[in-house]
């Protein structure tokens, strides 16, 4: 059984909570909220017994707590993820995990120093949707082109129109467009198309500093993929790849549940029949328990490695498009000090 401990107390931690106690293979163990009236509101809903911290040294120092999952704002992840390594528990930290490639390299290379595993939440590409997706492509030189959307208004856009700077649209705690939702369009094309040589990003920002949508390029050798994030307004696009023999579509690759290839050589379209999961973190969990409860099993271990790589390489795309797009954030001032 996995021993959970959470920081964050938001919608998404109680959605990956309820879909890892759904496997029967984690139980809630401890609860960290800088308030503990907070943090015993979060756990009422859940049955055992759970302990409640508000400072992290206690948090962490939890003995019987062996994996941790940060949902905090983005900016905090990094020294989180950190703190936990060091006091020797396995990380899942939603997406995105690091604000910059040194703070993603420095989190691989300690984990793996500390015998702890590191695992980025980003639930797209562990649904079975994606995985069916990935077995339709053909080889990249029959692919001609990619266009991902996912673009939704944010209610907290909000208050920034009243002058407000909220976690998600602020630069202090790495948020914007790109660092939320594009994360999943760049996941996306990383892991089915590999690096791409370049990128550019035309960036709209918003009053507070980050971008409130964009559009981004990635260039491939023989092709581009279109990638448009966004939080300020609401697109209804499917996503598409094409190939020299027709086209894929899909509702959307942040969250497969439709997708049809049209195939323009028999004049005729197939429907992959995706089956999608109730609770759209239950796969990702599923796949974080394996790989922790079969330390020893070579084929979860390849996986395991893959998902780290894919995170590192994702993490660099989004980072090299936001400085292409002109968005600065508190964590890249640090490193320059």
Do not use: C
Not at 18 to 43: D, N, P
Not at 132 to 152: C, Q, R, W
Not at 241 to 266: C, M, P, Q, W
């Amino acid at each position: 059984m996995i021993h959970l401990g959470i920081i964050g107390t938001n919608w998404i931690t109680h959605q990956f909570v309820e879909a890892a106690l759904s496997t029967k293979k984690y139980e809630l163990t401890a609860v960290y909220s800088r308030k503990l009236e907070k943090a015993q509101t979060f756990g009422e809903k859940y049955s055992g017994d759970i302990e409640f911290a508000t400072d992290l040294t206690t948090f962490f120092g939890i003995a019987h707590m062996d994996t941790v999952y940060i949902a905090s704002p983005n900016s905090l992840h990094f020294e989180q993820a950190k703190q936990a390594i060091l006091a020797g528990k396995n990380v899942i930290v939603e997406k995105p995990a690091f604000s910059t490639p040194e703070e993603m390299d420095e989190i691989i290379h300690l984990a793996n120093e500390q015998k702890v595993y590191f695992f980025e939440a980003a639930r797209n590409i562990h649904e079975k949707g994606f995985k069916k997706v990935t077995d339709h492509l053909p080889s990249k030189d029959e692919i001609i082109g990619a266009n991902f959307s996912y673009m939704k208004y944010s209610s907290r856009y909000d208050q920034v129109l009243d002058g407000g700077e909220p976690n998600i649209f602020s630069p202090h705690f790495s948020g914007g467009a790109m660092m939320d939702l594009g994360v999943y369009l760049v996941y996306a094309a990383v892991a089915w198309f590999g690096m791409p040589k370049e990128v550019h990003y035309f960036s709209r920002k918003i009053s507070t500093g980050v971008d409130g949508l964009g559009w981004g390029i990635l260039r491939y050798d023989s092709f581009d993929v279109a990638i448009q994030p966004g939080k300020i307004g609401d697109s209804f696009m499917p996503s598409e790849i094409y190939f020299d023999s027709g086209t894929l579509v899909l509702n959307g690759v942040n969250a497969i549940e439709k997708a049809e290839f049209h195939d323009r050589n028999h004049q005729e379209i197939v429907d992959l029949a995706i089956q999608v999961a109730e609770n759209p973190m239950v796969e990702e969990a599923k796949d974080f328990a394996n790989v922790l409860n079969h330390r020893e099993d070579r084929a979860w271990g390849l996986l395991y490695e893959e998902w780290v790589e894919l995170a590192r390489n994702v993490n660099q795309v989004v980072y090299d498009l936001r400085k292409n797009g002109g968005i600065t954030f508190d964590a890249d001032n640090e490193e320059e000090i």
